[in-house]
């Protein structure tokens, strides 16, 4: 019976749609690919895949979404192609990585904006933090800090590359302290920064929450301070934020993690997904698997992320205008 | 002996029932081109989505062994390496193959590659705390020497001339600055837009290795009346087996080498073959044979790739810190189930680790069986008409690098760089030189600059790249591998010039 007034509620607004949205109507009739801008196993992919998973099910796209890893110089080369060379039908879809992409663009070089994608949905937001190795002698941010007050440019400070959420928490910290680090940008994401801690190439780091708290709990690391407005609650209660500590660095460097589609997809398609794509990240078989692997969640809508995409994109501006 | 307690968790119906379907799955993803290791255990985590965490963990991890030994069918059979690690099994298997010698290659390679395997998780189960150390002692500045340790190899690499070697490694090395610079994110050489991404190293593995090779065959094709056809003889397995034991010191240095290498974090899987192929040349007693199909390039390389598994696991079992691409997705895989490696892993899930663990040692001695099975039968593939088998080499040349990222641009660069390869061996160049400069490149150039940036906060460069016991012992193996390579060089020249003067 359900599925019968489900069929006479879809019959009747086709009906009540113009033809050109009839395609929507039908949309989505194949699998979608999400376009990864990163390596398989990044924190990225891995969450894409898991907040993907349910797709499928009749009540969320019908179809299911397979995972396309197109990665390369800090995620420029997947939006690149992303925002040049994909169909904009629907069938593709990218994650995005917020402040990534909008440091990038606003840096140069690179063939898209914040203008060339419309956001669908977001689903995770993943703080950055500040680490240091199971030994080291700094206990508190107040001993790092004071400790780069007094030897500037000697901390050195690992992060996954140039212009993601790691550098911004990084050039933010510098400027709240008035002090100067040495940003060390690696090559191969989140983990080689982590890994550069871990073994003691680097003083401190910078890095993802869900990444930190797992190479916590692992004993190898401590967390300093969660460059966020907020404590995170669910896996770092006792991890005082920046702000806390004395540094005015707001969220600007959390990393928001959602899916985009190219400017010029059908509006009808990009309403359908508005409405479908956020059912799926609250599904049930989700937030477990999310909150499972350590990967905080923060569901948002279209509405909500073109918002806090513009306010990012005005204060990175600001703070990336002295470089 | 923890371990011993969990061998029943494999033998249980599911799980055995989940391990043959990774080994036997993972050898059919290896032995397709352009299907890395790292593609194929991504293709398969979506499945353990619905399993238990220890038989998810089963399928991945015999997945992973298998795909490697897997790699080696296409790299032997159709020169097509279906991964960097397999790039040294191919310059001698193929020539094996070519003489009718498949099934013998193939039964070496998979026989190596079980004893190599084992090892490496013996390895894994008896050393790991004394590993995890090792893994962690390379910073930016031991890799920046690791590779130019590698670098140095590539002149001797190929055995007709040292010049041209490093000419084609300069070669590889250019070619793998293109596109962005991945730390700095600078545009380099970006000629066509089909460049951004840079050259990504299985269409670049694809279109160097297998596409010579098809236009050799279609410019043969014509001209030869009667097309040639290969007699492949029988070969029984006692046969491989017995040569096997007599290769013991090929069969060592491969797995030594690759179980030390698979350790390090970043590099290992990528050279690991590569590096064990040459240095079993330099200790063999028959330098000359190498690369004309003979049986110890093929036993070191893939003694080497396989030993390299088990170890390259260590830092994410012990660390929580992924090693190489594959590792990072089986991290996913665990992470699903909220399992965290580490310490939390072996005190509160010790079942889930040792079976899987377990199982990849017993995935090695399934993988070797199934191997050989299928080699005798997969060997036919040489008696096919070269024409056909040229045609057969192109489609799956053209699939396999379209499929590394649904990417139209890799397959251009493929094909560019597999008739500018046509060329450059016209003149007498090869191709492993220049794999290995374009796999080195960025390894040595991202360390680098890493090295230097933190070197800047400390003491200076200098200081930074040339003390410390590991950083001198590399600096040390560069100069005595380049001295090496120079004085055979010298050597083979007076030979011949002697030889040339007792003609005239």
Redesign the interface.
């Known amino acids: 019976m359900k599925t019968l007034i489900k069929t006479i509620a879809i019959g009747l607004s086709a009906f009540a749609l113009s033809s050109s949205s009839l395609m929507a109507e039908d949309y989505p009739s194949r699998p979608i690919?999400v376009a990864v801008s990163y390596?398989?196993?990044?924190a990225t992919?891995?969450q894409a895949?898991?907040v993907t998973?349910v797709a499928g099910n009749k009540d969320i796209l019908g179809q299911p979404i397979y995972i396309?890893?197109?990665p390369?110089?800090?995620g420029?080369?997947g939006w690149?192609?992303f925002a040049?060379e994909a169909d904009k039908d629907g069938y593709t879809l990218s994650a995005y990585n917020i402040p990534h992409f909008i440091a990038?663009s606003i840096?140069g070089?690179v063939s898209y904006s914040a203008d060339s994608f419309e956001p669908i949905a977001n689903w995770g937001e993943d703080p950055a933090v500040v680490v240091v190795g199971k030994d080291s002698k700094f206990n508190s941010m107040e001993d790092l800090i004071k400790f780069a007050k007094e030897n500037a440019?000697?901390?050195?400070t690992s992060g996954a590359?140039?212009?993601v959420g790691h550098h911004i928490a990084a050039l933010q910290i510098e400027k709240a302290c008035s002090c100067k680090l040495?940003y060390?940008?690696?090559?191969?994401g989140g983990?080689?920064a982590?890994?550069?801690v871990?073994?003691?190439?680097?003083m401190a780091g910078i890095n993802n929450l869900s990444d930190a708290y797992?190479?916590e709990?692992?004993?190898?690391i401590k967390i300093l301070g969660v460059a966020d407005l907020k404590r995170n609650k669910e896996f770092l209660p006792d991890v005082p934020t920046l702000k806390e500590a004395g540094l005015d660095v707001d969220n600007s460097s959390v990393n928001y993690r959602g899916l985009m589609v190219p400017k010029g997809t059908p509006q009808a398609v990009i309403d359908k997904l508005a409405a479908q794509v956020p059912l799926m990240f609250k599904h049930k078989r989700v937030a477990s698997?999310m909150?499972?692997?350590?990967s905080p969640m923060n569901i948002m809508t279209r509405e909500e992320v073109q918002k806090m995409w513009a306010a990012r994109e005005a204060t990175l501006k600001e703070l990336l205008k002295g470089l | 002996m923890e371990f011993l307690n969990h061998f029943g968790g494999v033998f249980e119906p599911i799980s055995f029932m989940l391990l043959l379907v990774g080994t036997i799955g993972g050898l059919i993803l290896g032995a397709t081109p352009g299907l890395s290791p790292t593609m194929a255990v991504a293709l398969l985590i979506p499945f353990t989505f619905q399993l238990a965490p220890t038989q998810g963990l089963i399928l991945l991890g015999a997945a992973y062994t298998s795909t490697v030994a897997g790699g080696a069918v296409s790299a032997i059979l159709l020169k097509i390496p279906g991964a960097p690690a397999n790039i040294a099994t191919s310059l001698d298997g193929f020539e094996m193959a070519k003489k009718g010698e498949g099934a013998r290659a193939l039964h070496l390679s998979f026989l190596s590659s079980g004893v190599g395997g084992i090892i490496g998780v013996l390895l894994l189960i008896f050393l790991t705390p004394l590993l995890a150390k090792w893994a962690l002692a390379f910073g930016p500045s031991h890799l920046f020497w690791l590779a130019i340790l590698g670098v140095t190899v590539i002149g001797s690499l190929d055995s007709k001339s040292f010049v041209k070697g490093l000419l084609s490694g300069c070669i590889g090395l250019w070619l793998s600055m293109i596109g962005y610079d991945d730390i700095q994110g600078a545009q380099r050489f970006i000629f066509s837009s089909s460049l951004t991404g840079g050259i990504n190293i299985i269409p670049a593995l694809i279109g160097l290795f297998a596409i010579p090779q098809v236009l050799d065959m279609f410019a043969k094709g014509r001209r030869n009346a009667e097309i040639e056809t290969v007699q492949v003889p029988k070969q029984s397995i006692m046969d491989s087996a017995r040569e096997l034991g007599r290769s013991g010191r090929a069969l060592s240095i491969g797995t030594i080498v690759g179980s030390i290498i698979g350790l390090i974090p970043g590099v290992g899987g990528q050279i690991a073959g590569l590096v064990a192929y040459d240095q079993s040349r330099k200790f063999s007693k028959h330098k000359k044979k190498f690369g004309t199909g003979h049986s110890e390039g093929v036993i070191a390389a893939e003694s080497a790739n396989n030993a390299m598994v088990g170890p390259s696991l260590v830092p994410l079992l012990t660390l929580s810190i992924p090693g190489s691409p594959t590792a990072a997705v089986l991290l996913g895989g665990l992470l699903i189930h909220g399992i965290f490696p580490g310490t939390d892993l072996f005190d509160n899930h010790p079942k889930v680790a040792w079976t899987f663990i377990n199982s990849m040692l017993v995935g090695q001695v399934l993988m070797v069986i199934f191997g050989i099975y299928t080699a005798t039968w997969a060997a036919r593939i040489a008696r096919a008409p070269q024409p056909i088998m040229a045609a057969a080499v192109m489609v799956l040349a053209l699939f396999g690098s379209y499929s590394v990222q649904q990417s139209m641009s890799d397959v251009y660069i493929m094909l560019t760089l597999g008739v500018g390869m046509f060329f450059l061996e016209k003149f007498g160049f090869s191709a492993a030189p220049l794999v290995l400069g374009l796999i080195l490149g960025p390894i040595a150039e991202a360390n680098f600059i890493q090295g230097a940036l933190i070197s800047n906060a400390q003491n200076g460069p200098l200081e930074y790249f040339l003390t410390g016991p590991l950083n001198i012992f590399l600096v040390v193996l560069v100069i005595a591998s380049v001295g090496y390579s120079f004085w055979t060089n010298m050597l083979e020249q007076k030979e011949t010039t002697l030889e040339a003067g007792a003609k005239s």
């Not at chain 1, 440019?153 to 050195?156: A, L, N, P, S």
């Not at chain 1, 060390?184 to 191969?188: A, E, L």
């Not at chain 1, 909150?291 to 350590?294: E, L, V």
């Open positions: 690919g390596g398989a196993g990044g992919d891995f895949r898991i998973m396309i890893n197109k390369g110089a800090g420029r080369v690149n192609w040049s990038q840096k070089g440019g000697k901390v050195t590359g140039l212009f040495a060390i940008p690696t090559k191969g983990a080689a982590m890994k550069a871990i073994a003691g190439d680097v797992r190479a709990k692992a004993g190898n698997k909150s499972a692997g350590g």
